[in-house]
């Protein structure tokens, strides 16, 4: 996420709000939470679902966020996680890559060149 606030990017009770929030609208379950700043800026976290985790890294002095949103199961939408982050953060661009993760029968025919 390119062109945020740095005062929201630096803000460890704001992300940790956002992270929470954004877990919670997507329909997730929030099992444990934790972020650290570190000094003189920027944030790491993570808030454990159990769907799986939203992890955060933040780079306030270049304005950027790379976020994790990773979900397993039918009951919670990644995009909407995302979708939340990004307008929390009032983000100025935001470039995505989706990761099919974890679909072994895929995985095996693609490595076993089955799959293009």
């Not at 939470?33 to 570190?38: D, M, P, Q």
């Not at 955060?56 to 919670?76: Q, R």
């Amino acid at each position: 996420m390119y062109d945020c606030s740095f005062e929201i990017l630096n803000n460890l009770q704001t992300i940790e709000d956002i992270m929470v929030g954004a877990a919670l609208h997507a329909g997730a379950e929030v099992k444990e939470v934790t972020f650290h700043k570190f000094s003189p800026q920027g944030i790491s976290g993570v808030v454990v679902i159990s769907e799986s985790h939203l992890a955060i890294h933040t780079w306030p002095e270049l304005n950027y966020a790379a976020v994790d949103v990773f979900t397993c199961g039918d009951k919670v939408d990644p995009w909407d996680a995302c979708n939340y982050i990004a307008s929390r953060f009032k983000v100025g661009r935001m470039v995505t890559n989706e990761v099919k993760r974890g679909i072994i029968d895929q995985i095996r025919k693609k490595a076993a060149g089955c799959i293009s």
